[in-house]
């Protein structure tokens, strides 16, 4: 668990130097000024953390008058914490997981570290690789797998990624597996074609009978657009869950409460690095306290 921890910590340093270096100016003050506000509102702005959620946390600051010492931190997190509804749903009984995005967001690195994250965690672990577009892809995977000591299934005669998904499911669940990590190629959020093909591998995954589990990935330097990523994609197939990847490279790590509180879909998990020991476990207490506390 201690390792969660320090990772969450560094991976959201970027985001963090912004808001620390400004919470910093205020200690010690029982009300905030209107520059101090304004300063304030600029410095959330830039981690991305949307602008319903900024608004909020700005008004109540304008109003808080301390006639003691506080500390702007806790009362920032407090007020986060208010304004953030977070459905948690405990699924780890899920067997098939299903990896969708846009291109380059980090699905298949997010894939292996899925099934190297479950196999240390005992589970019976099978990673497919259905991304028929880049045969890079799929032997990307392939070297994963071979590295983790991870069963491996793909087909690089076909095109057709649903086929591949049914021989995966079909062999995989009879034969026990109980973590089935299925990547996909990257898809636009709105070429239909393409999203129509995504569609029919989610139905022909769904023929099994076992609950499957839609993940979306979501680079996030990408902004508020990862919003539209995650509607676009959600009027095809219902998501479950995001994970939010290459946190460790941006300084808008906001993003991730601002999804959450926008779109109601729980983060399973954040990427952290290109190793495939850099994901770990999204926990809002510990992310709250990694957006405000240097170590
Ligand atoms: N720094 C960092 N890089 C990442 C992370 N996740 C993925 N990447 C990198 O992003 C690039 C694209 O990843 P890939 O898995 O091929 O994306 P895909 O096209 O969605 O399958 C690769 O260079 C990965 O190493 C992350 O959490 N942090
Ligand atoms: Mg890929």
Do not use: C
Not at 37 to 43: D, G, K, R
Not at 62 to 70: A, E, G, L, M
Not at 74 to 95: A, C, H, P, Q, Y
Not at 191 to 210: G, I, P, R
Request: glycine share 6%.
């Amino acid at each position: 668990m201690f390792s969660y921890i320090k990772k969450t910590f560094s991976g959201l340093k970027k985001t963090r130097n912004n808001i620390v270096n400004t919470f910093t100016k205020f200690h010690g003050k029982r009300y905030l000024n209107q520059n101090e506000l304004e300063e304030l509102e600029s410095t959330l702005f830039q981690s991305d953390l949307g602008i319903d959620i900024i608004d909020k946390v700005v008004d109540e600051f304008r109003d808080k008058k301390f006639n003691k010492d506080v500390s702007w931190e806790d009362e920032f997190i407090g007020s986060l914490k208010t304004n953030i509804s977070l459905d948690l749903n405990n699924d780890e009984d899920v067997k098939v997981l299903l990896l969708v995005g846009v291109n380059g967001t980090g699905k298949t690195t997010t894939s292996a570290k899925l099934s190297n994250y479950y196999k240390n965690k005992s589970f019976k672990t099978m990673l497919v690789g259905a991304d028929t577009y880049r045969a890079a892809a799929v032997n990307q995977l392939r070297l994963w797998s071979e590295k983790l000591g991870i069963k491996f299934i793909s087909n690089e005669f076909t095109k057709d990624p649903a086929s591949i998904v049914y021989d995966a499911l079909n062999s995989g669940l009879n034969d026990g597996y109980n973590k089935i990590i299925i990547d996909t190629a990257g898809r636009l959020h709105n070429s239909v074609n393409l999203m129509q093909e995504l569609k029919k591998l989610y139905n022909v995954a769904n023929k099994f009978k076992e609950k499957v589990k839609v993940v979306l990935v979501v680079d996030s330097n990408v902004g508020q657009n990862g919003m539209n990523q995650a509607i676009d994609f959600n009027k095809f197939l219902p998501l479950d869950s995001l994970i939010l990847t290459k946190m460790d490279g941006t300084a808008r790590g906001g993003i991730a409460l601002s999804m959450i509180n926008k779109l109601n879909i729980p983060i399973d998990f954040i990427g952290v690095g290109e190793d495939v020991e850099d994901l770990v476990p999204f926990n809002l207490d510990l992310y709250l306290k990694g957006l405000v506390t240097d170590e």
